[in-house]
């Protein structure tokens, strides 16, 4: 069964809280925050202070996602609030190697993300450093965009070249998974959603968390 990672991008923020609990009700395996700074992209979301107010409020594992310029220097600051995953994008990180294992360094899981223009290849010498691999299939920045799906053939060519390295890193789909497309998406092997409107868009959270992670 695929696992779900809930994004809070799309949760209202007045009642960020309470949109937590009802994604831990409803059967989120992971709790996916997206850090933006207004500067990698024109948008901000969350800091640390409110990943360690809603670590009172949940048992999830928490999965921050740097969507910023220089994430390494962000890493200690969530760390402190107890995040459990953190993944990096591939074009923000000068020395990702570093940056991937400074992560794992402090006990937790490293990812790198990928945007829907980049290739897969060059992650193969990561193998090694990675936890979990986010293929992007929307731009980063802002939920609500359409799907790209040249997602699913760079999942395909990820589960390749695990299998050629006889590796296993989980990989992601982020962005515009819906219920047109996330056939495509569980038949390339993908091991763990992130979706974050589509969620709400079909009135029943609980069935719909259900019927993506294929009960």
Known sequence: MIKL??????CNNAFLGDE?????KAGADILHIDVMDGHYVENFTFG???VRDLKKLTDLPMEVHFETYHPERMIDMFHRVGVERIGVQHDCCDMPIRTLEYIRSLGMKAGMGIRPSDGVEDLKYLFGHLDFIIVMSVEPGFGGQPFETSCVEKVKTLKRLMKEADVQIDVAVDGGINKDNIGMVKDAGVDYLIVGNSLYAYGDLEQTVREYRGE
């Open 20 to 24: 937590v609990k009802k994604l831990e």
């Open 48 to 50: 640390p202070d409110t």
């Open 5 to 10: 990672s809930a994004s809070i991008l799309a």
